[in-house]
């Protein structure tokens, strides 16, 4: 929802309002069904983007996510720190496509003493991977966290190859050419702070 101060400027509400991981998994393991479609909406890019980057196809890509979400299903009452679940699917997605990549076989599901063993190990292959798609997941929350029309902004001028040009923009958003540099440096300053916050956590 976007909303406006007297001077007519946006303040930072976000779009709508999202549950922490802790509340995620606690709501999933009370078997509410919205708990679960919620927490696999708020990773499913996070998890597609890893079997891609390692050049799996989007079908193969798709198994991959399957298989992740049925493991996250089966371990979510193992999960002794929630806050953590990012690291965590990025981790057992990273396992899993580099364990299929090597192997060139079926998936192999990994039981709750393997997921320990490797807990915090990345493989070195997988490293700049994981790394990657871990940035864009922290880019992913922050631009989910920002008002409406910051996350137009942002998607329009950076995100669209190539970007559209400012007058293009302010029609689409019903404001003034000029004002498209303020408010285009007061989203991205808005979206640094989120990332900052993020990265810190």
């Not at 089966?74 to 990273?94: C, D, F, G, R, Y």
Request: charged share 30%; aromatic share 6%; proline share 4%.
């Amino acid at each position: 929802m976007v909303t406006h101060t007297k001077a007519g400027t946006e303040t930072d509400t976000p779009t709508l309002a999202t549950h922490s991981d802790t509340q995620l998994v606690r709501g999933c393991l009370e078997g509410k069904e919205e708990a679960w479609a919620e927490l696999v909406d708020k990773y499913k890019n996070l998890i597609f983007s890893v079997p891609i980057k390692y050049g799996f196809s989007q079908e193969e890509a798709a198994d991959i996510f399957q298989e992740v979400c049925l493991e996250l299903l089966s371990q979510l009452k193992n999960l002794h720190e929630p806050k953590a679940l990012a690291k965590w699917l990025l981790m057992v997605t990273a396992h899993k496509c580099f364990h299929l990549k090597r192997r060139g076989k079926r998936i192999v599901a990994m039981d709750s003493e393997t997921l320990e063993q490797f807990a915090g190990e990345i493989p070195p292959e997988a490293l700049e991977i994981v790394n990657e798609a871990e940035r864009e997941q922290t880019l992913r929350q922050a631009l989910a966290s920002m008002s409406s029309r910051c996350q137009q902004l942002i998607r329009m001028l950076f995100f669209e190859h190539p970007p559209r040009p400012y007058r293009d923009v302010a029609r689409s958003l019903g404001i003034a050419t000029g004002s498209i540099g303020f408010i285009r440096q007061r989203c991205l300053e808005y979206l640094r702070k989120k990332i900052e916050g993020i990265e810190m956590r």
